[in-house]
């Protein structure tokens, strides 16, 4: 649904952009950091007109540098692909790495051009200081229907913290991936797997962001 990966997207941008100073993201608390740099982030694309319009370049641009290197992609891969990544190879687990992240970047590209009016309010950590796995609590207001809470699972690392899942609605994002990568690999092991997500990725290269989807 296109709504809900807008709302991926945003969650993302929220929390993603929390490694924008290594000092910094290292004695911030993590609610603290993701809200005070998800208003910067979400008040640039509702600024930005060319993102509004889906301009290529600009959109994957903030991609690039906002969201890449916050967000801990082989762990996300590891935990979708469950038992089956033990048993790959470590140039399979490149490649799925690799493909998956393309992926999830074509996502969150083409729902970042849909940001508008939304806005995102934290609830209270739940979580001792000295922690290194959190869940962020949030949710996401619009100008129409219900609040939809949305949470984040992170970690932090030696470079500070990043996001590893993400819950919308009450699912989350690992898990939901989960399934299809059973089902691709049941079908035609991890190989196969990852020649259905470089065919996905190659579609999804000849469509506007705007039209992208899951």
Aim: proline share 4%; glycine share 6%.
């Amino acid at each position: 649904m296109k709504f809900i990966k807008q709302l991926i997207a945003v969650a993302t941008l929220a929390f993603a952009t929390t490694g924008f100073a290594a000092a910094q993201s290292a004695n911030e608390a993590p609610d603290a950091l993701v809200k005070r740099i998800s208003s910067e982030v979400l008040a640039t694309a509702k600024a930005d007109k060319d993102i509004q319009a889906g301009n290529t370049r600009k959109v994957m641009d903030l991609v690039e540098t906002k969201i890449l290197p916050y967000v801990d992609f082989e762990r996300m891969t590891a935990l979708a692909a469950g038992r089956y990544w033990r048993e790959a190879t470590p140039e399979q687990k490149r490649q799925l790495s690799a493909e998956f992240r393309t992926l999830l970047i074509f996502t969150y590209s083409g729902a970042l051009s849909q940001v508008r009016n939304e806005t995102i309010e934290f609830k209270p950590l739940r979580a001792d200081p000295a922690d290194t796995e959190v869940e962020v609590r949030s949710q996401v207001n619009t100008a129409r229907g219900e609040p939809i809470l949305l949470n984040y699972r992170v970690a932090k690392g030696p470079s500070g913290w990043k996001i590893y899942d993400i819950n919308v609605l009450g699912a989350w994002l690992v898990e939901t991936y989960k399934g299809t990568f059973n089902s691709e690999i049941s079908k035609g092991g991890i190989d196969g797997l990852i020649k259905t997500l470089a065919a996905k990725n190659k579609q999804l290269a000849n469509k506007p962001l705007a039209t992208a989807k899951k």
